[in-house]
């Protein structure tokens, strides 16, 4: 049973315009949130967390949102750039676990 | 950079050959981490490691054992590789607030 959810496979953005990935996740004991970006042939590069104590998290161009009601977070890309194009990974753990639970990706298409 | 380094980087075995990969970190890290990466399946855990000698399983543990004789080290071994094994493996360490930094990443192909 995936408890860390990316429904869609893959998004297409025009660039300049604001890129939005979304994930959900089931269990509510998650308590922190990541983001990672993968290009190809490359190890994924963490991007920007957020602790559950916070709704928000800002840094530079990225902006990660999170609702804890809903069990769901985004990452938010303002403005998308075309280096931007890469799959986006959610990840979710609890501090007092060692594991992080990923999704499987959104691949990120940034249009010219 | 977290100072993470994997060997070999590409490798092509047979299939019910033995196969160890190798992570090595520079920056003395207690936790280490082997993941694969799959289409369709993101990245799951293998093993996992929380000191020397310090071991714990992952969500597909099944075929695969780790060791660890020394912090900077982190093997992964397929003690008889399957074509299901065919996969890109990367190791990671874990940083100071729980994010992980991952390594450049082993394709290995069974045939």
């Known amino acids: 049973d995936q408890q860390v959810k990316q429904n869609s496979p893959s998004l297409s953005v025009q660039e300049g315009r604001i890129s939005i990935l979304n994930c959900d996740y089931t269990?509510?004991?998650?308590?922190?949130f990541l983001w990672y970006k993968k290009y190809p042939a490359e190890g994924p590069t963490f991007l920007i967390s957020?602790?559950?104590?916070?709704d928000k998290n800002e840094d530079g161009r990225f902006t990660v949102f999170l609702n804890k009601s809903a069990k769901h977070l985004s990452l938010h890309i303002v403005p998308s750039q075309p280096g931007d194009s890469a799959v986006y990974f959610c990840?979710?753990?609890?501090?007092?676990?060692?594991?992080?639970?990923f999704g499987k990706g959104t691949r990120l298409h940034i249009l010219p | 950079d977290a100072g993470i380094t994997q060997s070999p980087r590409h490798k092509v075995t047979e299939t019910g050959t033995p196969v160890t990969l190798r992570c090595h970190q520079t920056?003395?890290?207690?936790?280490m981490y082997w993941y694969r990466q799959d289409p369709g399946h993101g990245l799951r855990l293998i093993h996992y490691?929380?000191?020397?000698?310090?071991?714990d399983k992952g969500e597909v543990s099944d075929g695969y054992s780790v060791s660890r004789s020394k912090t900077e080290d982190f093997l992964l071994t397929l003690e008889s590789a399957t074509s299901s094994q065919t996969s890109v493996y990367f190791c990671?360490?874990?940083?100071?607030?729980?994010?992980?930094?991952f390594g450049p990443g082993t394709r290995l192909t069974v045939t």
């Open positions: 269990n509510s004991m998650f308590d922190y």
């Open positions: 490691s929380y000191g020397v000698k310090d071991t």
């Open positions: 957020i602790s559950s104590i916070k």
């Open positions: 990840a979710a753990s609890w501090k007092r676990d060692d594991k992080i639970i």
């Open positions: 990671a360490i874990r940083g100071s607030s729980y994010e992980q930094y």
């Open positions: 920056e003395n890290h207690r936790y």
